[in-house]
């Protein structure tokens, strides 16, 4: 935490002359350090930047943070930890009750419930460290980009198993998964599956048409009509288009609707959002007052109102995970199995947004502070976490969060993870710059992340790339998490690319991402010139030269490895980044198929939304002619030998 001393911050209101210097109150300071609002921060240039007064002050404000909190009880501890709670008793998870005198006694993994005089709380106890993830290597795959000739114009999660049984004929340990994640699939259909309606749900945009127990039991003529709907796979996805196609064919095929009284209440609650938003709009903020909140007194009554539309939308995500335990029933013999993608936030007028604002910081977004890559720093535009809200509850929502996502996988990816421990909160009505960071309770989240991963036997993989206080590396470390060794980014003190021995063992490591150029892009300047055309770049020349000796150094170390000969093709480049890889210590590996088919463009291109096709480009090649493809098959056979 940071101190609570009085000091002094750099004001960089618009109101002001910048530069002017003010003092803080000792007050605001020390209402900052206790709720854990920084009044100062590293930036990635290892330089601190004081944080204007007002900021700190707004943001306060969104945390309700009139006084210093009194230090309560924690919710989640590690196993064998002596915490002082009091006189009282622990009930176990399984009906057990252990008395405490004081001091915790040591209690078995699980979620249990502190009884201390009058109060009962949550109590979370949690495994020091993830499961353990065997050396191997993997795929990491955009789904949307996934196509077969049966496919509806995006990828499905027929196409997902297709591509799951073929990378396991391949021996293959484990396929990274781009986020299944429920979108608002309202016109027009948001497409990147990073910025979800619901985190918790999964996304009936990817469901497969023919392989519904309604489309099998149909007649021929029912599935005749239904097929003829199918729309063709265009040059870019048309996320609407596809949505229109299968909402049609759900119609002709008369879905077996589910009992609402049966269903989960975050399920029901789902859907209930779901059947709202098609008559209100996907916003929930601007729908009427009083449906507004799930609990709203005319919520009851517009779901029986809606309840064949709210029984729809139930029954989607029914299919979708039917079609998704298909997918992990196909990736049963993989030593690790799927890995799901978990995003950093969720749309603020999306679903969990609605369901869960009693925890959220609705009036914040999220985003980075100003770097090198943006100047003017980032808003993600997603509603945080409320730390104190989250820890009331037990950190429930967010164990239910992590629970359902590993519910369809054998791991998870966390983007940012950094996030468990601080997120760049910025105030409503404020630029990308005029943020802070806001602390959260990382024992707590990692516990809960740890004890779910070691109940599902699920890897876990932490997203640390760009600026990460080493505190928050060494902790990775300390838990199990693999951390993200992407071959851009592995780089000395001196800036030269890192020779294969000396990446680090516990990571996951790749070529690229899905925010960055792919091997062949990285080889043709196409990622300086992407930029450069959108007037993303201040210099687009000095780009293209630090390009360039960028390209020399890593075709440099590669021919000191051995893996490059004089006068390479692209191909050959691509083949030898590949046993690069496959020559290092990391625990995990992935290759990507746009590396491997000679895709010049990137999936998505940060700081841009409609400038440039973001989560629209499908791959060149279909599942069975990509694992088919010579590339493909020299890079398995490096790979393989891991």
Known sequence: ???????????????????????????????????????????????????????????????????????????????????????????????????????????????HRLRVGERETSLAVAPVQVPTVPRTWGWMTQLYALHSPDSWGIGDYADLRAFVTAAARDETGAV???????????????????????????NPLHLAVAETAEFRAADADVRRRVLDLRPELGAQIDHDAVWRAKT?????????????????????????????????????????????????????????????RVAFHAWLQLRSAEQLGAVRAAAADLAVGVIHDLPVGVDPGGADAWSLQDVLASQVTVGAPPDAFSPLGQDWVLPPFHPGRLAEHGYLPFRDMIRAVLAHGDGIRVDHVAGLWRLWWIP?????????????????????????????????????????????????????????????????????????????????????????????????????????ERGLLTDADAEYRNAAKERTAILRMLTDEGLLGPDPTVD????????????????????????????????????????YPNWRLPLPVTVEELFARPAVRSAVALLRRR
Request: overall charge negative.
């Open 428 to 532: 409503p009505g404020e630029t990308a710059d005029r943020g802070t960071y806001v602390h959260y309770d990382a024992e707590a989240m990692l516990g809960v992340l740890a004890l779910e991963a070691h109940r599902a036997g699920a890897a876990v993989i932490g997203e640390d790339l760009g600026t990460v206080p080493d505190y928050v590396t060494d902790t990775l470390q300390e838990r199990g998490v693999l951390s993200c060794a992407v071959a851009w980014f592995q780089r000395d003190k001196d800036g030269e690319p890192l020779p294969p021995d000396r990446y680090p063992a516990q990571a996951a490591a790749s070529i690229s991402t899905h925010d960055l150029p792919t091997a062949p892009g990285f080889f043709a300047d196409e990622h300086v010139r992407a930029r450069a």
């Open 248 to 308: 049609a064919a759900f119609d002709l095929l008369g879905p077996q609707l589910p009992d609402l009284a049966a269903l989960d209440p975050a399920l029901l609650d789902f859907a209930t959002f779901s059947a709202l938003a098609e008559v209100h709009g996907p916003d929930w903020r601007s729908w009427p007052l009083d449906l507004r909140h799930p609990s709203g007194p005319q919520v009851a009554a517009a779901r029986r109102e809606l309840a064949s």
């Open 1 to 111: 935490m940071l101190s609570a001393g009085a000091g002094w911050v750099r004001l960089n209101d618009r109101r002001n002359t910048p530069g002017e210097r003010v003092p803080v109150d000792d007050r605001l300071a020390a209402l900052a350090a206790a709720h854990g609002v920084a009044v100062s921060y590293e930036n990635g240039e290892r330089r601190q930047v004081e944080v204007d007064p007002a900021v700190v002050s707004a943001i306060l404000a969104q945390l309700g943070a009139e006084s210093v909190p009194v230090a309560a009880v924690p919710s989640v501890v590690r196993q064998g930890a002596r915490v002082e709670v009091g006189r009282g008793e622990v009930v176990l998870e399984d009906g057990g009750v252990v008395a405490v005198d004081g001091v915790l006694p040591d209690l078995p993994l699980g979620w």
């Open 176 to 202: 990274l998964v781009s986020p299944v994640a429920a979108g608002a699939l309202t016109h027009p259909v948001r497409k990147s599956p990073y910025s979800p309606s619901s985190r918790r749900f999964l």
């Open 572 to 611: 050959e480049i691509v083949l030898a980044l590949h046993a690069m890889l496959a020559k290092t210590p990391c625990a995990l590996v992935f290759a990507s198929p746009y590396d491997l088919v000679g895709e010049v463009r990137q999936p998505n291109l940060p700081g841009t939304v409609d400038q």
